[in-house]
């Protein structure tokens, strides 16, 4: 896959680039596995805003997409579809029963290709199986997180993680932040690559693009008065004259926020350590 490039008509144009859908094979989604959802627009049940920036953009109808795929299922990939509700492809899967399923797409899935899940298939591409079934060193994607619950990470376009070793009944993992993480030898894996590996290097180019996409325009703190933000007012453009922070006046560089402690101990290195060892 390419990334498309437009002639510079505008000054927007210019450089602007969109992703290139010649592996998308049906511009239509199959009706029973596609859900209309209310726009929420950043708020949560009460209408406070919980996200900012977030309202508009187009309507969007979400793919049901299945991450918790039974073993012993042998599919076959019927149409590769877009998503507009996440950065991967999706794959228009039929099993053996004649039931469609909307599965994660990866970059060796083609037309007419057949997947197998369980701890029994074989160790190819795109086939889904426990970890204790996958060789060490494989590069895998939309992995579980608690065995049966279904896949929770490594999902987002052109991503992926690879398995380091096996020690007792759990994996070592190394995740795309550098992050290694452990994991139960139940939990399943998909092998291969997340397709739409060019996702990364679109450029907007233009502000009415985004609006489209449902993001709203943002304001630096520091063009703000002092009221409205911790780093707003001054004369010109001066600097904060202090860390940098939140509109709520919490630090905005360095501070940790990590709360979940249970998990710790699945962390055998950090994303942080990763980065500094590069």
């Known amino acids: 896959m390419a990334v498309k490039q437009y002639n510079p008509t505008t000054p927007a144009r210019r450089g602007m680039t969109s992703q290139d859908l010649s592996e998308v094979t049906t511009r239509k989604p199959l009706k029973s596995l596609v859900k209309a959802g209310k726009q929420k627009a950043g708020r949560n049940n009460t209408g406070k805003i919980t996200v900012r920036h977030r309202g508009g953009g187009v309507k969007r109808h979400y793919r049901l997409v299945n991450h918790a ?13 877009y998503d507009p509700g996440r950065s991967a492809r999706i794959a228009r899967v039929k099993d053996q029963h004649g039931l469609y399923h909307y599965i994660l797409a990866d970059t060796a899935m083609t037309k007419g290709a057949v997947i197998k899940t369980g701890a029994d298939a074989p160790v190819e591409s795109s086939n889904r199986m426990p970890l204790a079934s ?11 997180i608690n065995p049966g619950r279904g896949a929770q990470m490594v999902r987002s376009a052109g991503t992926k993680a690879q398995l380091m070793a096996k020690e007792g009944n759990y994996a070592m993992v190394r995740m795309p ?15 291969g690559v997340v397709g739409n590996i060019q996702h990364q290097n679109v450029k907007l180019g233009s502000a009415g693009r985004r609006r489209r996409m449902g993001w709203r325009p943002s304001v630096h703190g520091k063009a703000m008065n002092p009221a409205d933000h911790p780093m707003g007012g001054g004369e010109g453009k001066t600097g904060p004259g ?6 709520w006046g919490k630090p905005a560089i360095g501070f940790k926020t990590r709360r979940r402690k249970s998990t710790n101990k699945m962390i055998v290195r950090s994303r942080h350590e990763a980065k500094r060892k590069r």
Not at 134 to 144: L, S, W
Not at 181 to 189: G, K, N, P, S, V
Not at 242 to 247: A, F, G, H, L
């Open 177 to 191: 932040s550098g992050e290694v993480r452990r994991f139960r030898l139940e939990c399943e894996a998909s092998l």
């Open 242 to 247: 202090r860390i940098p922070k939140t509109p």
């Open 69 to 81: 795929m039974p073993a012993n299922m042998t599919l076959t990939v019927e149409e590769i579809e």
């Open 134 to 144: 996958i060789p060490v060193g494989a590069q895998i994607y939309a992995i579980e």
